[in-house]
């Protein structure tokens, strides 16, 4: 009766004993059993205080939406510790979504908030328990209140918008340094500020608009560097299109040259990366000489080695007595070949600015063209510049 009163309290083996936890047959047998006099422990036991109680309830009231009317400690317990481990499971979900993305907001938070409720679920005994909430209430109820607008944000549209503004702010982040554009660079500030404010929910709703513009804007900037691009490349695929016309085996390599410069163009299309869009001016180069040389070196193995010259008849040599006669026809002339080397102009050019102010400027810069074309010409070599 004392038991049920919650007067006493029996531990068995260090473990709590409750009605809740326990049936009564197995709480009769523990205590009228001689093999449990030296395991079980009969206590006085201390009851939670009513401020401690209304600490417990307050805290389920708010955090878990949860009231309960009774004043019975151990059910009190239980049910705090039911949903306690319900919101713990909760937290475990979201934190897997920052494994995700890092980028989502107040993951600190949650893992704290989480820590402290998971470190009630370990207290088993009553009297540590309710003095432990109630020493943890304005925490715990600060938790309540400072996490609730991040489960509204993962469970609500805030999420996916959010993430579009990570997304823009990633295409940005390739091609700030090519980016001017003042609207543009005020439109990227205004998102930044928000995604990493340490609690931006009340200012997503700005993120909408930001972003719609942001995406005008970015594709513009887009579409006006692929209009610079696209003659470059066509340039490029022409260069290779007029050598490769004049070769009989043209057909043969024409299907891979063409498919290599649609993925160029379709990369084109489709980017939206301005520093990826300017990188294929150099790419489209890169492909240019790589194909030439393809084309060099198929007609090199696959064509007839060209007949050597015929040579005149050679006049008879007079007789020598005492000397041997040589026969000029087994003398052979060899034939060279010339190798062809396909160099990009840009490449001799060099990435480097020219300023020309001066006939002095203009030999200065024919000489350095000069010293790097020595460098590509090689013993049997024709150089062509593309």
Request: hydrophobic share 35%.
């Amino acid at each position: 009766m004392l038991f049920k009163l919650g007067r006493v309290s029996l531990t068995l083996n260090s473990q709590s004993l409750s009605l809740l936890s326990t049936n009564s047959d197995e709480l009769v047998r523990y205590i009228t059993k001689r093999e449990y006099v030296e395991k079980l422990l009969i206590d006085i036991r201390e009851r939670a205080t009513d401020g401690q109680i209304r600490s417990a309830k307050e805290v389920m009231k708010d955090y878990f939406g949860f009231t309960v009317s009774s004043d019975d400690d151990d059910k009190i317990m239980s049910s705090f510790k039911n949903r306690a481990k319900d919101k713990v499971e909760v937290y475990d979900d979201i934190l897997v979504e920052y494994r995700i993305n890092p980028k989502y907001p107040c993951k600190r938070l949650m893992e704290e908030a989480r820590k402290r409720l998971a470190e009630l679920l370990d207290i088993n005994e009553p009297t540590e328990f309710f003095k432990t909430v109630d020493k943890k209430r304005d925490d715990l109820l600060d938790d309540s209140e400072d996490t609730a607008p991040v489960f509204d944000f993962f469970k609500g549209d805030q999420k996916k918008i959010f993430e579009e503004a990570v997304k823009n702010l990633a295409y940005f982040g390739n091609s700030k340094t090519y980016v001017s554009d003042q609207e543009l660079l005020k439109v990227v500030e205004e998102i930044e500020t928000i995604v990493k404010d340490g609690k931006p929910f009340g200012k997503i709703q700005r993120l909408p608009e930001l972003n719609k513009r942001f995406e005008e804007l970015h594709m513009g900037l887009l579409e006006k560097e692929a209009a610079i691009m696209d003659p470059l490349v066509h340039d490029d695929f022409l260069k290779v299109k007029d050598v490769l016309d004049t070769k009989q085996f043209a057909e043969v390599l024409r299907p891979r040259i063409n498919q290599r410069f649609e993925e160029i163009w379709d990369k084109l299309k489709k980017s939206n990366d301005i520093a990826a869009i300017k990188n294929i001016k150099l790419e489209s180069d890169t492909l240019k000489i790589k194909c030439l040389d393809e084309i060099d070196e198929y007609e090199r193995t696959h064509q007839p080695a060209p007949e050597p010259p015929v040579a005149p008849e050679p006049p008879v040599a007079p007789v020598v007595p005492g000397k041997e006669s040589i026969d000029p026809t087994l003398v052979q002339t060899k034939v060279k070949t010339k190798r062809r080397k396909n160099v990009s102009i840009s490449n001799v050019a060099g990435a480097r600015t020219y300023s020309i102010e001066t006939e002095q400027d203009i030999d200065k810069f024919l000489s350095e063209m000069k010293q790097r074309l020595l460098q590509e010409l090689e013993e049997n070599t024709i150089v062509t510049l593309s």
